[in-house]
């Protein structure tokens, strides 16, 4: 069992930036593949970014691609989410998720979530 928490979401204008931390409860964090997913009000769940077990590969929506970062200190059983030039669009709920090492877009192949940060884009 891996319990994931988010965290650093709020409110930014428009261009602004923000950066989310998902923190895992376990030492075997580096076993697993770790995905941001958003879900803004009436709207499924989507992927947001993706990163591998080592850290090595990373994989963007073209939604986000060249204005958000995804990262992992897996000394820290972290993974960070790096937003800029955020806009009135990102506005979602963003989860983290884990996965075995074949988990990239599809929510079904992640076995664990956290609670979800808010974050909000004012325009």
């Known amino acids: 069992q891996v319990q994931l928490v988010e965290s650093g979401g709020g409110l930014v204008q428009a261009g602004g930036s923000l950066r989310l931390s998902c923190a895992a409860s376990?030492?075997?964090?580096?076993?697993?593949?770790i995905a941001w997913f958003r879900q803004a009000p009436g709207k499924e769940r989507e992927f947001v970014a993706r990163?591998?077990?080592?850290?090595?590969?990373?994989y963007y929506a073209d939604s986000v691609k060249g204005r958000f970062t995804i990262s992992r200190d897996n000394a820290k059983n972290t993974v960070y989410l790096q937003m800029n030039s955020l806009k009135p669009e990102d506005t979602a709920v963003y989860y983290c998720?884990?996965?075995?090492?074949?988990?990239?877009?599809?929510?079904?192949?992640?076995?664990?979530w956290g609670q979800g940060t808010q974050v909000t884009v004012s325009s």
């Open positions: 990163i591998s077990r080592s850290g090595g590969n990373t």
């Open positions: 998720a884990a996965g075995p090492g074949t988990a990239v877009v599809r929510t079904e192949d992640y076995d664990y």
């Open positions: 376990r030492r075997t964090f580096g076993n697993y593949a």
